[in-house]
């Protein structure tokens, strides 16, 4: 119900509010990332986005390299729901480089926005191209991908599939 994401809202403000005075900046981006997607969830975009480039930037100020592809991640997907698809393509181009240069199950996360941008951009073979990095991942590895969202990476690759006819949508 929308007053338990009221609630969660105030639970993971506090979080943060606790995080920040005690200078645990892991928990800080994770605390950012979860508002984020609490604030995408109630459609305040413009907020999502600042928390989400908030989580970049603390990712960076305590060298977390860990969360910063993710924190990218999120920048492209809420500036693709604000419209603003330049922006997404640099937040993803950026997660899938990063994730690249750390051999993470996040630039799987990162392919499936740029899929989905494609998508928006009326590109199906571009979008192709990005969702086979997940098949590709998985036929090299032999099991199912661990991306982030693995959700939401699944149905983007459905999506994309179901756009371009493929019989494996």
């Known amino acids: 119900e929308l007053g338990e994401l009221f609630e969660g809202r105030r639970i993971a403000e506090e979080a943060l509010r606790l995080t920040r005075a005690t200078g645990h900046g892991n928990l800080e981006c994770v605390a950012l990332l979860n508002l984020c997607k609490l604030e995408r969830w109630v459609s305040n975009g413009a907020l999502a986005l600042r928390l989400a480039r908030e989580a970049v930037a603390t990712a960076r100020r305590v060298g977390l390299a860990r969360w910063e592809p993710e924190a990218w991640c999120r920048v492209g997907d809420v500036a693709l729901e604000l419209g603003e698809q330049g922006t997404a393509a ?80």
């Open 90 to 169: 640099e937040a993803f181009a950026t997660a899938l480089a990063q994730s690249l240069a750390r051999k993470a199950n996040s630039q799987l996360d990162a392919a499936a926005g740029l899929a989905k941008l494609a998508l928006v951009q009326g590109d199906v073979a571009a979008a192709m191209r990005h969702v086979q990095r997940v098949f590709d991942w998985e036929s090299a590895s032999g099991a199912r991908h661990e991306a982030q969202d693995a959700r939401h990476v699944d149905l983007v690759c459905h999506l994309v599939l179901s756009s371009a006819g493929d019989a494996r949508a």
